[in-house]
């Protein structure tokens, strides 16, 4: 993957990637190139963001237990969803969900899913919990890609077919959803100002969880996540921080971001030193994004001083 800064142009966002071990922007160049992995910790980001959506390209299996992304070699436009329609069509992973509900599936996946996969929950800065599930090889990016305060790996499944029905057993037993909406992420990081409620919550699921999978006959494992460090200062409670008051989806913005959790970043403004705002990155994909010596209106300077 390549770690050289991205030369200032037009990319379509393909967003933000744990993959590479730390938070970075996915690009397609345009009109036509490689996937860049650009580097987002500590550094300033500066950008016009361009009209319409576009497609993010499709993942395919680099190898029985590897999935790699792809561009969309049109940088066709989309009208819903993430995808052109032919890289919908070609897109090996998209049963993944599904597979253990549906036999008919492509055989690079049936392969994938058949390496180990870990069971987790997952609680946010508002208390809010969710179970999913993880490939080997993704056991430590998945839940960084999350955007969770705290995180513990119930159990070890033997494949991705297994894990998944005790995924789906969890949501009925615990009522705990397998989705977080994005937006409840980032509010709940922006307000955050005490953590033992969300540690207090996460404890009393994981606790009632280790109970169900025993009823299931399955032993829980009960390890505890790790989180990366680039969300240390985002994951503290206190400090003086707010919702960025700019819609990502249009105009120029720019600033540096101090701190990433997931896709929402920590970021301060040129000139601003007292405020510390919160927004999702996440928001940039599928738009055209053109990176250059861009900055934020100036409306988002004065909000520190009030």
Known sequence: MPVTRPTDGEYVCHGITWATGDPRLL???????????????NRRLGFAVGTGRWCTGRYQFADTVRVEALACPDRAPTEQGDQCARCLRQDE?????????????????????????????A??????????????????????????????????????RAVRHLEDAITRSLQVPQTIRASTKLKALANLTDLSTASATHD?????????????NTPAILE????????????????????????????EHGFTVVSCVGTQVLAV??????MDYVLDLGTLKGRRITLGPFTSPAAAFQNSLF
């Open 93 to 121: 992973f998209r049963f993944a969900h599904q597979f253990h509900q549906d036999s008919n599936v492509p055989e690079a996946l049936r392969q994938y899913m058949d390496q180990a996969h870990w069971l987790y929950l």
């Open 204 to 216: 009393r699921h994981v606790s009632r969880a280790a109970d169900a999978l025993a009823a299931m």
């Open 27 to 41: 690009l397609a160049s345009l009109p036509d190139g490689p996937l860049v992995y650009a580097e987002v910790m």
């Open 269 to 274: 403004l040129d000139g601003d030193d007292e």
């Open 224 to 251: 505890k996540w790790t989180p990366p460090a680039e969300g240390d200062r985002m994951r503290v409670a206190g400090g003086v921080r707010m919702l960025y008051p700019h819609d990502l989806r249009e105009g």
């Open 123 to 160: 609680t946010f800065a508002d208390g809010a919990t969710k179970v999913g599930t993880a490939a080997e090889p993704r056991k430590q990016s998945r839940l960084d890609e999350q955007g969770a305060l705290i995180a513990t790996y119930l159990t070890k499944s033997p494949d991705g």
